[in-house]
């Protein structure tokens, strides 16, 4: 072994090492031409280099100067085509995947409102144009907003008006939970965050220990009103209610106000409206009365004002509550209050 025959050796190695790696077809082909040459225990270079102990000691460093050469132009040479190589995978894979976006869309199933929501925003939208701002209140309220502080103390007979679901949750500061019977304990909410003039709207879910049958729900909605100002009058209210049932029911409906009693309002009103059904006639929708009960409403009690933080000698107010669920039933002349929270698309549909 002389120093001629080992430079020729390696050179014959990186000629034909070159021509491997030109010639690799893919990633795969290039790391086996790689491990074929430059690997650590079998690689052709690493055999060359076994040979150096046989040189004499002066050709040595001159062997090792040439083979680190050898070594560094191929991992360039490697390098370049590992890279010419990923480029044309990428290119092969994007003209594989290629996106045609002249095919057809998947059909999106596109969902509707529920009649219950549909039919509270469109109570908001009227009511808005007056200038009321929907509020939230808690479905879970305490004991003393939803009955005490509307003039309802405990053990009034007044309660059984509202037979109420109490949650099995430790008392907070003596008070107890409950699920709101009404949307009214909202009115005592906004009262005490707010300052007169105010003109809120509070709609929700309500509950109440009921029998379930097509007009009565454990569970139902509620949409309720408050005005609070100086020289707030029953005549307003009045004026208000009309112009939301013909916005609602149509312009020529006739109304009216017949008495009515809560113990959070005073004087109370029941408001009714012309039958939709048989307009006025008498058929069994309206129990043969002609007419619809839409919502109780009244002004608001000066116990209530005071509860709410608000001086009842400077301001006044009026209040109403009113069904989501029979208005929706109306307007979409739907027979069974229990539909809306069945879930059957078949129903919900529809809307
Ligand atoms: N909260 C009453 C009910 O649920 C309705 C109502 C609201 C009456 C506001 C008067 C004023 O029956």
């Known amino acids: 072994m002389d120093l001629a025959s080992v430079s020729a050796d390696l050179a014959a190695l990186g000629t034909r090492a070159q021509a491997a790696i030109g010639a690799a077809a893919d990633l795969a082909e290039l790391e086996a031409v790689e491990v074929s040459v430059l690997g650590r225990k079998q690689g052709q270079l690493t055999a060359v280099l076994r040979g150096i102990g046989a040189l004499a000691p002066e050709d040595r460093p001159l062997v090792g100067a040439l083979a680190n050469e050898l070594r560094e132009e191929l991992e360039a040479a ?48 009227i009511f808005g144009q007056f ?7 808690p479905e879970v309220e305490t004991d003393a907003l939803n009955f005490q502080a509307l003039n309802i103390p405990a053990d009034h ?110 004087p109370s009103v029941a408001f009714d409206v012309q039958c939709v059904v048989c307009d006025g006639a008498g058929c069994p929708a309206c129990g043969r009365t002609g007419w619809m009960v839409i919502l109780g409403a009244g002004m608001v009690h000066p116990i209530v004002l005071a509860n709410g933080g608000i001086d009842p000698e400077r301001y006044q107010g009026f209040a109403f509550g009113m069904g989501v669920d029979r208005i929706a039933m109306l307007r979409h002349g739907i027979h069974d209050l229990r539909y809306f929270l069945d879930n059957d698309l078949r129903f919900l549909e529809q809307f």
Do not use: K, N
């Open 78 to 125: 490697l390098a370049a085509r590992r890279e010419r190589l990923e480029g044309i995978a990428l290119e092969v894979r994007l003209a594989a995947e290629q996106l045609d976006p002249t095919l057809p869309g998947r059909p999106l199933r596109r969902g509707s409102l529920h009649p219950i929501v549909e039919t509270a925003r469109e109570i908001a939208r």
């Open 157 to 266: 007979p007044a309660r059984d008006l509202w037979d109420t679901f109490y949650v099995d949750a430790p008392a907070v500061d003596g008070d107890r939970l409950l699920l709101r019977t009404h949307t009214s304990p909202g009115q005592i909410r906004v009262m005490r965050q707010t300052e007169p003039p105010i003109r809120a709207l509070l709609p929700g879910r309500c509950y109440r220990y009921e029998a379930v049958d097509a007009s009565h729900g454990f569970e139902f909605f509620q949409v309720e009103g408050l005005m609070v100002d100086e020289g707030t009058s029953l005549a307003h209210l009045r004026g208000l209610l009309d112009e939301f049932a013909h916005a609602m029911f149509g312009a020529g409906r006739a109304t009216r106000f017949r008495p009515g009693y809560y113990p959070f309002t005073e």
């Open 131 to 137: 200038g009321f701002v929907v509020y939230e209140s």
